[in-house]
Antibody, heavy 119, light 108 residues
Framework: EVQLVESGGGLAQPGGSLRLSCAGS????????MTWVRQALGKGLEWVSY????????HYADSVKGRFTISRDNAKNSLYLQMNRLRVEDTAVYYC????????????WGQGTLVTVSS | EIVMTQSPATLSVSPGERATLSCRAS??????LAWYQQKPGQAPRLLIF???TRATGIPARFSGSGSGTEFTLTISSLQSEDFAVYYC??????????FGGGTKVEIK
């Protein structure tokens, strides 16, 4: 069964940085597109960033462009989100998700990691 | 950016009854629409992709329909485990991928 496990969340100050990780297992990590989606407490889902299987194609939501960097290490079956210049409004649970069929929908999701930005 | 609008925000339904959830796109997304279910404290779960194709392991009581700008998720006979929040997501024209605001299905 596909497994995705996020880590790296926690408390950061406004203007600070955090690096999220997502470890994948039980699937051919290097073959699949991946994405980060976040959810503020009590709110809906917001797409954050996308990376192609090989890492050559990357997209960001306007709200994080220039501050967040997505990357992956296929040798380590890991996805990352480097979050810089954090804002209070970045506070959310961050999910990684995988698209086995490269269709734009996401079949498998991690359990999420909470990022809190507060002074 | 394609804006996805879901209605109603909350749907009160008795167990065993039928639930009909709507999702509207601000411009055509053809059939490039997915539905997810999310329970409190859990990650989203894919139900439907391609507007009407059930994902692996999804019970037949869940069905999706529509194309273009109007979509429907129908749960034919609500079970206790179906009370949750449901989101639609378009993937026709992105970035950005966009989600609707969600419909909460609660027990009447």
């Amino acid at each position: 069964e596909v497994q995705l496990v996020e880590s790296g969340g926690g408390l950061a100050q406004p203007g600070g940085s955090l690096r999220l990780s997502c470890a994948g297992s039980e699937f051919t990590f290097s073959s699949y597109e991946m994405t980060w989606v976040r959810q503020a407490l009590g709110k809906g889902l917001e797409w954050v960033s996308y990376i192609s299987a090989g890492g050559r194609t990357i997209h960001y939501a306007d709200s994080v462009k220039g501050r967040f960097t997505i990357s992956r290490d296929n040798a380590k079956n890991s996805l990352y989100l480097q979050m810089n210049r954090l804002r209070v409004e970045d506070t959310a649970v961050y999910y990684c998700a995988v698209s086995p069929y490269s269709g734009g929908w996401y079949d498998y999701w991690g359990q999420g990691t909470l990022v809190t930005v507060s002074s | 950016e394609i804006v996805m609008t879901q209605s109603p925000a909350t749907l009160s339904v008795s167990p065993g009854e039928r639930a009909t959830l709507s999702c509207r796109a601000s411009q055509s997304v053809r059939s490039n629409l997915a539905w997810y279910q999310q329970k409190p404290g859990q990650a989203p779960r894919l139900l439907i992709f391609g507007a009407s194709t059930r994902a692996t392991g999804i019970p037949a009581r869940f069905s999706g329909s529509g194309s273009g700008t109007e979509f429907t998720l129908t749960i034919s006979s609500l079970q206790s485990e179906d009370f949750a929040v449901y989101y639609c997501q378009q993937y026709n024209d992105w970035p950005p991928l966009t989600f609707g605001g969600g419909t909460k299905v609660e027990i009447k």
